[in-house]
């Protein structure tokens, strides 16, 4: 098999929509992605990107992805957020996840980051492994804390 890692073109997000929507059904969500691969293109690409997209290839198909975008730590300054590690089931225990966590590492130390951040569900104890055996730090007393679409709409509405 033949490894590659590179950089995600308009072209690959397609492909990149369905590892997206593969990881919202292990993770128990299967209705949970609104977004389109079309808003991937629109959003990725373009004179000023939202997020930065790492592609794994096998045999030029791509089976894993590492989505990326930059975020402000008022303790350490610039963090590099990895929104998601996704590597194809089928794909896993490859090496895959490793080679696009060390791209991810490299290209928050080019950016001048001061941390890579992302979070990881208390279930998922494979990937808990994985990461701890990297040497990140799983932090267990933080909680994840949002207001989605509706939340933001109640939030204003009740001002």
């Known amino acids: 098999m033949k490894f590659r890692i590179r950089m995600a073109t ?16 292990f993770e128990k969500e299967p209705n949970a992605v609104k977004i389109t691969a079309e808003d991937l293109k629109l959003f990725g690409f373009g004179t000023n990107p939202k997020f930065h997209c790492f592609v794994a290839e096998i045999d030029d198909k791509i089976e894993g992805i590492a989505l990326v975008y930059p975020r402000f730590s008022t303790w350490n300054g610039l963090v590099l957020h990895l929104e998601d590690l996704i590597v194809s089931q089928n794909k896993r225990g490859h090496g895959l996840g490793t080679m696009l966590l060390d791209k991810v590492v490299v290209y928050a130390e080019e950016l001048g980051a001061k941390r890579v951040s992302w979070e990881v569900l208390d279930w998922n104890e494979p990937a808990i492994a994985f990461y701890e055996k990297k040497g990140a730090n799983v932090m267990r ?12 709409k109640n939030y204003l509405s009740n001002k």
């Open 10 to 25: 308009k072209n690959d997000m397609p492909r990149v929509h369905e590892l997206i929507t593969e990881l919202a059904i």
């Open 141 to 152: 007393d933080w909680n994840v804390v949002q207001l989605n679409e509706e939340g933001i």
